[in-house]
C-alpha cells in the first residue's frame, strides 16, 4: 500500500462503526473529536452524528477542552463514568467480584473464599451467593447493570467436558445469572483473556496497538492472542502453559508431568521460594525485595525462565507474530535475569528473535487485583458490541 494512503473505508454496520468508536475510547482513555475520527476511519461530520446518539444513549461524555493543536478548543470524548459494569473473577483461592466503570473506576468490591477442595456444586453455591450480594447492593442503590464479566481459569474448548482447573459449570452458572439479572448481557471468559485485555485497556502506552501474543504468568501460565478486539477471532486463548518439557519433571495440574506451567506457575515459584502460595499471593510484587535468592535459587529460576521463552519460541513457531507482551512474576525481575525468557525464544525460533523481528516487553503482574480485569473484559464486552443490547448471551 502507498505511504500515507487512507485505508479504504470498507462498509461497515451501524454496530460496528459504534464499536470501533466506543473500543478506540475504552482503549485510549478517551480522545479529541479530529484523531479520534482518523482512528475510526469516519468524516468529522459522520463522527458528530454518531457521537450525538451515543451520548443521547448515556455511553459517552464530552468536555470542552483547548486541544493541544491548532485548531482552538473542541471536545475530548470519553467514556460515560455513569455506566455500570460487574466482574467476576474466579481464582484458586476465592471469587473475587465487584461493580465498577467503563474507565477502570471501582465502586464495590467482594470476596467470596473457596472450598480447600472445590467441586462444581460448591462454586456453584458461592457463584449463588456472590450473584445475591451483587444484586442486593446494586439494588439498593438503584444501579442497572449494562454488562457482566466473568472471568474462569481454564476456560476453553475443554469446559463442555468439566473445567480442567477450579470445577464450575458455567452453563449453571449462567441460568443463576438469568434468573438474577434478567435482560443483563453476561459474557464468560479464560482468565487469560480477561488479563490480557485489563492491560491493553488500563495500561498507559501499552507496547503494542496491532497483533501480538499476550502471556500471562499467574496461578497457571497461558497466553491470548491479541488483535484488533472489534475482529471476531481477536482474543483467542492458546494454551501455551501446557508444553511439556521432559516426562520426568514435576507433576502438572493438568494432570501431565514436565509442562511449563508446573516449572513456572505461582504455585511452582512458592515452592521453590519455600513459601506457601497464599503468602506469595499475599506478598504480591513485594516478593523481590522481601525474599533473599541464594545463587542456586537464581539460578533455578533463570533455567524455568529459559524454558517459559522455549514455550513462547514454539508458539511463535506455529503462529509467527511481531510482538510479545509477558506480564507476571518474572516481570519483576531484573533485566539480567528476564534475559532468560529471551534467550528461551531466541534459542527455538525459527530464525531466531531478530531475524523473526519479535519484540519482547514486560508488563506488571496483574494477578490480586482482581476483579478489574473482570471488569476490563465487561467494559470490552459492551464496546465491542457498540453499546446495543446483543441478541443473546454468547462467549467471547
Ligand atoms: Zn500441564
Redesign the pocket.
Known amino acids: 500500500m502507498t505511504t500515507g494512503m487512507e485505508m479504504p473505508e470498507q462498509p461497515r454496520s451501524r454496530r460496528q462503526t459504534r464499536a470501533a468508536i466506543l473500543t478506540h475510547l475504552l482503549q485510549s482513555g478517551g480522545s479529541f473529536r479530529p484523531p479520534l475520527a482518523k482512528a475510526v476511519r469516519l468524516s468529522e461530520a459522520s463522527l458528530s452524528r454518531i457521537l450525538f446518539d451515543l451520548k443521547a444513549e448515556g455511553l459517552i461524555e464530552e468536555v470542552r477542552r483547548p486541544a493541544p493543536y491548532v485548531g482552538g478548543p473542541t471536545g475530548l470524548v470519553s467514556l460515560d463514568r455513569t455506566v455500570a459494569l460487574a466482574g467476576l473473577e474466579l481464582t484458586g483461592q476465592w471469587l473475587g467480584l465487584g461493580v465498577g466503570g467503563l474507565s477502570g473506576e471501582l465502586h464495590y468490591t467482594e470476596r467470596m473464599p473457596l472450598p480447600k477442595k472445590p467441586t462444581v456444586d460448591s462454586v456453584g453455591r458461592v457463584f449463588g451467593e456472590a450473584l445475591a450480594l451483587l444484586r442486593d447492593w446494586t439494588r439498593r442503590r438503584r444501579i442497572r447493570l449494562a454488562q457482566v464479566g466473568v472471568a474462569v481459569p481454564g476456560l476453553g474448548r475443554l469446559s463442555e467436558f468439566g473445567n480442567p482447573i477450579i470445577p464450575c459449570d458455567v452453563g449453571r452458572i449462567g441460568d443463576t445469572f438469568g434468573e438474577l439479572f434478567a435482560g443483563v448481557p453476561v459474557n464468560f471468559t479464560n482468565s487469560v483473556v480477561a488479563h490480557a485485555t485489563f492491560h491493553r485497556c488500563r495500561t498507559e502506552n501499552y507496547p503494542f496497538s496491532d497483533a501480538h501474543l499476550f502471556v500471562f504468568v499467574g496461578q497457571g501460565v497461558a497466553g491470548a492472542w491479541m488483535d484488533d478486539p472489534i475482529e471476531d477471532d481477536a482474543l483467542d486463548p492458546v ?1 501455551l ?4 518439557f521432559g516426562a520426568d519433571g514435576p507433576r ?11 516449572y513456572t506457575s505461582l504455585p511452582a515459584l512458592a515452592e521453590l521460594l519455600r513459601i506457601t502460595e497464599a503468602e506469595l499471593v499475599r506478598l504480591g510484587s513485594e516478593w523481590v525485595t522481601t525474599i533473599p535468592l541464594t545463587s542456586r535459587v537464581r539460578q533455578e529460576l533463570r533455567q524455568r525462565l529459559f524454558r517459559l521463552g522455549l514455550a513462547i519460541g514454539n508458539t511463535l513457531n506455529v503462529k509467527p507474530c511481531r510482538g510479545v507482551v509477558v506480564s507476571g512474576w518474572p516481570s519483576l525481575l531484573t533485566e539480567d535475569d528476564r534475559k532468560a525468557v529471551i534467550d528461551g525464544i531466541d534459542s527455538c525460533l525459527l530464525g531466531g528473535r531478530k531475524l523473526a523481528q519479535v519484540s519482547l516487553a514486560f508488563v506488571p503482574p496483574s494477578v490480586g487485583n482482581d476483579p478489574q480485569a473482570a471488569l476490563a473484559f465487561a467494559a470490552l464486552c459492551l464496546t465491542r458490541g457498540g453499546g446495543m443490547p446483543a441478541a443473546s448471551t454468547e462467549a467471547a
Request: hydrophobic content about 25%; glycine content about 18%; some cysteine.
Open positions: 494454551e502453559g501446557h508444553m511439556v502438572c495440574r493438568c494432570g501431565h508431568h514436565g509442562c511449563v506451567e508446573a
